[in-house]
């Protein structure tokens, strides 16, 4: 009786703790992937990893070695690349903390589709990482560069992205689950935000910069890139970006300028633009309708222009709403004109709304989307004039 | 369990003695044994005299000559004195019954029949007097009162309230529990345990508000304990407690009078052990060891807040280092990525898992807060610097600690001293061990797994046959008012249900400041 007591709990124990430990890592085994970058070979891929270098970011004493370690390995297959960087690094890639995927424009002109299946299927990703796609560069080149103030370049275009979406509103930040989404729908396309290098001649004023070869790299986003499925078809500039993203209801605050006469010019401060997209037939046919509400502060004001007169509120509200409806325009007709890929997801608008219909039309859709009557109203309404109202330069009128 | 009931029994049989030796009538006889069983050479002290020359009945008084009062042996003497004088002009043939009506004007005196009984008298303190040709023995109450007087309790320290503490008198203990509570009711029972040591202890509770099972249990309980000897309310604990294997105290123990007056009201019932000024009250509750005294003297808001924090406290050194251990070692996954950096880089150079790294510094600190304890006053500041250097600074430069770790383990450290019972964070503190190896064994997995058998414990578990976990786990309406959260004192108007007996009313439902606003001063 007490034996098989003894024996039962020794039983438990040794499963416990006989299992030793399986599957676990210290933390300082580990190298830290922030960024991956992915372009295109002859043989296949040729991806490239931003490790991080923990003792050279958290060290308090200015150290030489770089905050970031590149590795790079071509192959056939993305997984098998990734494994082989074992070969190079003396710690297990960990990749858990990724921020960023970039991939190489030739890469997202071959179509994405083999790529997210990995980052999906691979238990160790999160799902809170961005994409972007590397413009007129190549993603290797994008991880190599170094950026000022923050110390991880994975860090910074990750942070960077976000702010500028939320602030300039012509970038859209997409994790995996919404790319994968947008790619499967019948009537919806995805759109990546592109990254560029721009190299600036004139170095900036620090010593630090000196020591470097004169040409000084930083990373900018561009507008987006439209895709067709998962294959980029072509770049919306910035004003078409920022249209794409009034449509899709994607702007939280940016700034617009409009100009009322050839003296008078007026910028403001677009802080809650919501838009709402309605389906409805229009000689049988589905038609669209997007409908536009945004709240505004005036931020400047060129010219000789009394924003605080009341008959001038209108005209200032109606200023906003043609510009804003402008720039949506153009994103319309960058996407049904030239690209033909519905990136704005109407085709889902009207799978929602009419089934029925939607069965006759999703077969050849991007064909029919070229031709979709889309109906665009914009309503602005200013907010606040800011902290003087007339502009101190105007003239009293007698 | 089987093997020591087994030897329980056995005890048993042993403890057994022959039968009762009564009293005889014969004086000499009976000083000829005592003296035989308690040896020549000890401090018993017989001295015979006569009341009455003439007549020539022989009386004896016996005592211990080192657990008497001088002065009381000199005033009875002196009042012995004046009897004789009585009984000089003319009195009748004195006896017990003349002797004891005599003394219990005087002071606590009772009457015995049997040697078993003689002896333990003659032990306690008592002055035995014997008569020629009577049955029975007198015993007056002689005790010397030396030992400590009544200080503020060491343990127990409060900003608050009263400083008073109990000392290892159990007669100025129970004067202390009488004199703030001043009701007839408040019932004390005398009962004595121990083979040899013969120890008092009383069972005081309030009739009516206490539960007439929980107190029978106790007195039951009490009853059946067979042991050599008792010498600290820990021996009661451990012999009468429900579950006892569980390393979790079922009794809390109390230093202050204050505190025990409160449980008093609350309906729970005091032991009270001589020679110790630990006084035990049951059945306690587990949230009862997260509380303090303090917290009814203070706001209760304030109060409220302080308990909240002591419960947080008792999370954090529950699973802190556990959870350090799981996540570092198995789910980075789950830590930000800047801290995750900044972990990272801490832990360059350290050449041990973080398990091992983190059960060396628990150890050491349980071993430097042992030292602490144990180790004589005045060397106290040497152990506070190796200390320091042990589990500071030093250690993580010599690189064989992480920062972090040392932080962890610090957080831990000073949660556990904010648990104000000790017995509590001392189960807590060994709780927390066997959860750190399971962390280093199976991540979170094995943290999650190790609190769940802890719940399930603690659920099992009773204090005098009521749930450890009430009133949470068998959830009591109405009867959260005092758990984590303090209610104002009018809010409180029950005592709690499941511990309290028929009297269940706290507090009426006047208002005193409502109530003298009604009647509204006249201005004039």
């Known amino acids: 009786m007490k034996l098989k007591r003894l024996l039962s709990i020794l039983i438990i124990l040794s499963t416990i703790f006989l299992t030793g430990c399986w599957s676990s890592h210290e933390v300082n085994t580990l190298a830290i992937t922030v960024c991956i970058g992915i372009d295109k070979t002859e043989n296949g891929y040729l991806v490239t990893e931003q490790v991080l270098n923990p003792r050279a970011i958290a060290s308090k004493k200015a150290t030489a070695e770089s905050p970031v370690v590149i ?13 082989r960087f074992t070969t190079q690094s003396s710690r297990v890639l960990y990749n858990a903390d990724l921020r960023m995927v970039v991939f190489g424009e030739d890469v997202a002109k071959d179509g994405i589709q083999n790529i997210l299946d990995y980052f999906l299927r691979n238990y160790e990703y999160r799902t809170d990482f961005y994409f972007v796609i590397a413009k007129n560069s190549t993603a290797n080149e994008v991880l190599g560069t170094l950026t000022p103030i923050e110390l991880v370049p994975g860090f910074s275009m990750y942070i960077s992205l976000k702010m500028s979406e939320e602030k300039w ?8 689950i919404e790319l994968v989404n947008s790619i499967i729908a019948d009537g919806d396309n995805p759109v990546l935000t592109g990254i560029e290098i721009s190299q600036d001649e004139i170095s900036p004023e620090s010593t630090d910069i000196l020591k470097q070869s004169g040409e000084y790299k930083k990373l900018k986003y561009t507008g987006l890139g439209a895709f067709n499925k998962d294959k980029l078809v072509g770049w919306l500039d910035e004003d078409e970006s920022k249209g794409y993203n009034y449509i899709t209801d994607n702007v939280k605050n940016t700034i617009e300028y409009a100009d009322y006469d050839s003296k008078v010019k007026i910028t403001y401060e677009v802080l809650n633009a919501k838009s709402r997209t309605k389906v409805y037939f229009l000689e049988n046919k589905p038609a669209i309708e997007v409908k536009i509400k945004t709240k505004c502060n005036i931020e400047i004001v060129e010219g000789e222009f009394d924003v605080s007169a009341e008959e001038n509120k209108q005209v200032l509200n109606e200023l906003l709403a043609r510009k804003v409806k402008l720039l949506c325009e153009k994103a319309l007709n960058k996407a049904q004109k030239e690209l033909k890929t519905d990136i704005f997801g109407f085709g889902e608008a009207i799978h ?24 665009i109203t914009v309503e602005a309404e200013t907010n606040q004039l800011g902290q003087i109202t007339k502009p101190l330069f105007m003239k009293e009128k007698e | 369990m089987k093997f020591f009931k087994k030897t329980a029994v056995k005890n048993n049989e042993i403890n057994e003695t022959g039968p009762v030796i009564s009293i005889s009538r014969d004086i000499k006889e009976n000083i000829s044994r005592l003296e035989n069983d308690f040896g020549h050479d000890s401090d018993l002290v017989v001295h015979y005299f006569k009341f009455d020359n003439n007549r020539g009945l022989i009386c004896a008084n016996i005592y211990i000559k080192s657990l008497v009062d001088r002065s009381t042996i000199n005033s009875l003497s002196n009042e012995l004195g004046k009897l004789k004088c009585e009984c000089r002009n003319g009195k009748p043939g004195i006896n017990i019954d003349a002797l004891m009506s005599y003394f219990s004007g005087l002071r606590d005196a009772k009457e015995g029949f049997d040697y078993e009984a003689l002896y333990t008298d003659l032990l306690s303190g008592n002055i035995v007097f014997l008569i020629d040709g009577c049955k029975k023995y007198l015993a007056v109450a002689a005790n010397s ?4 007087s009544i200080e503020a309790s060491s343990a127990q320290t409060i900003v608050r309230g009263p400083k008073d503490g109990f000392t290892e008198k159990i007669n100025s203990n129970i004067m202390l529990i009488r004199k703030r509570i001043k009701s007839k009711d408040l019932k004390v029972e005398y009962l004595s345990a121990g083979s040899i040591t013969k120890t008092t202890i009383s069972l005081v509770y309030i ?9 029978q249990e106790i007195r039951t309980r009490l009853g059946k304990i067979e042991i050599d000897g008792i010498l600290e309310s820990g021996y009661i604990e451990e012999l009468i407690k429900d579950d006892r294997y569980s390393i979790f105290p079922t009794f809390l123990s109390s230093e202050k009078p204050d505190s025990v007056a409160a449980a008093l009201l609350e309906g729970k019932v005091a032991i009270l052990v001589d020679g110790t000024p630990y006084v035990l009250t049951a059945p306690a509750l587990m949230i009862e060891f997260l509380q303090s005294s303090e917290d009814y003297y203070h706001h209760y808001i304030v109060s409220s807040m302080m308990r909240f924090l002591r419960v947080m406290a008792f999370l954090l050194t529950l699973i802190v280092p556990a959870t350090y251990i799981a996540v570092t070692t198995f789910h980075q996954e789950i830590i930000p990525t800047p801290l995750l950096v900044s972990i990272a880089a801490q832990r360059e150079g350290v050449p041990f898992p973080a398990l091992l790294e983190a059960l060396m510094m628990e150890i050491t600190f349980e071993i430097l807060r042992e030292a602490g304890i144990r180790m004589p006053r005045a060397i106290g500041p040497a152990i506070s610097i190796v ?12 690189g064989i600690i992480s920062a972090a770790m040392v932080i962890v383990v610090s957080i ?3 949660s556990s001293f904010a648990i104000p019972n000790y017995e509590m964070s001392n189960a807590i503190r060994l709780i927390r061990f066997i959860l750190m190896l399971l962390a280093g064994v199976l991540g979170l997995y094995g943290v999650l797994m190790g609190l769940i058998v802890l719940v399930l414990h603690l659920c099992k578990i009773k204090s005098i046959t009521v749930p450890y976990l009430t009133p949470i786990a068998p959830k009591i309406k109405g009867g959260n008012k005092d758990t984590i959260f303090r209610f104002p004192l009018w809010k409180m108007k029950y005592r709690p249900i499941g511990i309290s007996g028929t009297d269940a009313a706290r507090a009426g439902e006047g208002n005193p400041v409502n109530s003298s606003q009604k009647e509204k001063p006249e201005f004039r």
């Open chain 2, 387 to 398: 200390g320091a250097l042990v589990l500071g600074q030093a250690a993580v430069e010599a």
């Open chain 1, 352 to 375: 929602r709304k009419y089934p029925k219909t939607w069965e006759k039309l999703k077969d050849d859709w991007n064909d029919k989307f070229t031709d979709l009557p889309v109906n």
């Open chain 2, 145 to 148: 009162d030396e030992g400590r």
């Open chain 2, 207 to 215: 009739h009516k508000i206490a539960r007439d099972e929980i107190v």
């Open chain 2, 412 to 414: 831990t450290a000073i």
């Open chain 1, 169 to 176: 509103a012509a970038m859209k930040s997409i994790r995996i």
């Open chain 1, 71 to 83: 590795y790079t390995a071509e192959g056939n297959d993305l997984a098998e690349i990734i494994r």
